[in-house]
T-cell receptor, first 111, second 117 residues
Framework: EDKVVQSPLSLVVHEGDTVTLNCSYEVTNFRSLLWYKQEKKAPTFLFMLTSSGIEKKSGRLSSILDKKELFSILNITATQTGDSAIYLCAGTPFGNEKLTFGTGTRLTIIP | GAVVSQHPSRVICKSGTSVKIECRSLDFQATTMFWYRQFPKQSLMLMATSNEGSKATYEQGVEKDKFLINHASLTLSTLTVTSAHPEDSSFYIC?????????????FGEGSRLTVL
């Protein structure tokens, strides 16, 4: 059975700090690892990572995948209160669109 | 960007009744949609894959007769929770894959919180 584990489960930091969120996965016939931000309701797409070692960036957010270690990290620099959310990662295999989600990391940014 | 609308956002019903939740892709076609359930402090769990014009594919442990899925058009999938019981109370969320879009890039609805009394 496919499995995705995220750590830490929750994280509280001060505005301006840099955070690193972790995601390890066991997905049969793995294709991609996706990161989502879930604020109040619907998750919004952040990144899709397919190749190992290639960093993807979007503003203050960046993410990288290590397919040898079955691991991904999401970095957020100079955090702002608007970054407070649950961050979800999910693995997906070749052959279908099924996403296996981790339990998420609840990030709280204190002003 | 692509928008997925889910309705209702919140529903409260009595035990034994049936509840229908709609998931619409507003500005794109989606042959494939997915239904998830999320319990408090837990992850999104895939319930079923909904394919336009064919039967849904259910995940192990999900009762297909209890969670009826219909995907009658390229922009609408519905989930009906039949004979709902309190243990069915949860947050149900759908996602849609843009036809012709990047593999794995899904757009999520706002979710529907079901409370069964």
């Amino acid at each position: 059975e496919d499995k995705v584990v995220q750590s830490p489960l929750s994280l509280v930091v001060h505005e301006g700090d840099t955070v690193t969120l972790n995601c390890s996965y066991e997905v049969t016939n793995f294709r991609s690892l996706l990161w989502y931000k879930q604020e109040k309701k619907a998750p919004t797409f952040l990144f899709m990572l397919t190749s190992s070692g290639i960093e993807k960036k979007s503003g203050r957010l960046s993410s990288i995948l290590d397919k040898k270690e079955l691991f991904s990290i999401l970095n957020i620099t100079a955090t702002q209160t608007g970054d407070s959310a649950i961050y979800l990662c999910a693995g997906t295999p070749f052959g279908n669109e099924k996403l296996t989600f981790g339990t998420g990391t609840r990030l709280t940014i204190i002003p | 960007g692509a928008v997925v609308s889910q309705h209702p956002s919140r529903v409260i019903c009595k035990s034994g009744t049936s509840v229908k939740i709609e998931c619409r892709s507003l500005d794109f076609q989606a042959t494939t949609m997915f239904w998830y359930r999320q319990f408090p402090k837990q992850s999104l769990m895939l319930m079923a894959t909904s394919n336009e014009g064919s039967k849904a594919t259910y995940e192990q442990g999900v009762e297909k007769d209890k969670f009826l899925i219909n995907h009658a058009s390229l922009t609408l999938s519905t989930l009906t929770v039949t004979s709902a019981h309190p243990e069915d109370s949860s947050f149900y969320i759908c996602s849609a894959r843009l036809d012709g879009g990047a593999a794995g890039e899904l757009f999520f609805g706002e979710g529907s919180r079901l409370t069964v009394l």
